[in-house]
Nanobody, 122 residues
Framework: VQLQAFGGGSVQAGGSLRLSCAAS????????MGWFRQAPRKEREFVAA????????YYADSVKGRFTISRDNAKNTVYLQMNSLKPEDTALYYC????????????????WGQGTLVTVSS
């Protein structure tokens, strides 16, 4: 499975961005897809995840009510709509795919895309 993330950019606090992650290859083996982020000098942290077959979604407490994860199976794409962005949301955002579970830790994911940078200014 290959993942390609895009949609990052620079916005002011309170603004919105939508990230996309396109999957290719053996996508039928995917069980879930997630988004993580990593700010400078910080560990990679979980943001949101969605079951590829539909239904379950999970969010980090820090983004609940502001971010929405969704997927389009026909396009093999997962999205992360980010609203009410804050400076502390500034990070490199990564999408990832899991074959077996809906994990909230990086170790639970089998495939990773390259990061896309989100910068939120105050």
């Amino acid at each position: 499975v290959q993942l390609q993330a895009f949609g990052g950019g620079s916005v002011q606090a309170g603004g919105s961005l939508r990230l996309s992650c396109a999957a290719s290859g053996r996508t039928f083996s995917m069980y879930a897809m997630g988004w993580f982020r990593q700010a400078p000098r910080k560990e990679r942290e979980f943001v949101a995840a969605v079951r590829w077959g539909g239904g379950s979604t999970y969010y980090a407490d820090s983004v609940k009510g502001r971010f929405t994860i969704s997927r389009d199976n026909a396009k093999n794409t997962v999205y992360l709509q980010m609203n009410s962005l804050k400076p502390e949301d500034t990070a490199l955002y990564y999408c990832a795919a899991s074959n077996v579970a809906l994990p909230t830790t990086p170790l639970g994911y089998d495939y990773w895309g390259q990061g896309t940078l989100v910068t939120v200014s105050s």
